[in-house]
């Protein structure tokens, strides 16, 4: 049995159209459907959800977020 070893990247392309957690830099956790990224880790989500502090404050039909905002994108959905 061969095991290949699966890159970040690979794995990131792998996601797409996932319904994915991005962690911020701040603390924000926003939850949407992974649209698009690229080699800088510039992220695009559809149908997010932002929470902060656990609490939903905000939906939004697509956000964008800036790769060095992001701390962690996640495929597992967040607990409430």
Do not use: H
């Not at 095991?3 to 392309?13: G, I, V, Y």
């Not at 977020?65 to 967040?78: M, W």
Request: hydrophobic fraction near 35%; aromatic fraction near 10%.
């Amino acid at each position: 049995m061969s095991l290949q070893k699966q890159t970040p990247s690979d794995f990131l392309k792998q996601i797409i159209r996932w319904t994915v957690v991005v962690k911020l830099n701040s603390g924000v956790d926003c939850q949407g459907v992974l649209a698009c990224l690229d080699g800088y880790m510039n992220i695009t989500l559809e149908q997010t959800e932002e929470y902060v502090n656990g609490q939903l404050k905000n939906k939004y039909r697509d956000a964008f977020f800036q790769g060095n905002n992001v701390l962690y994108i996640s495929t597992q959905k967040r607990r409430m």
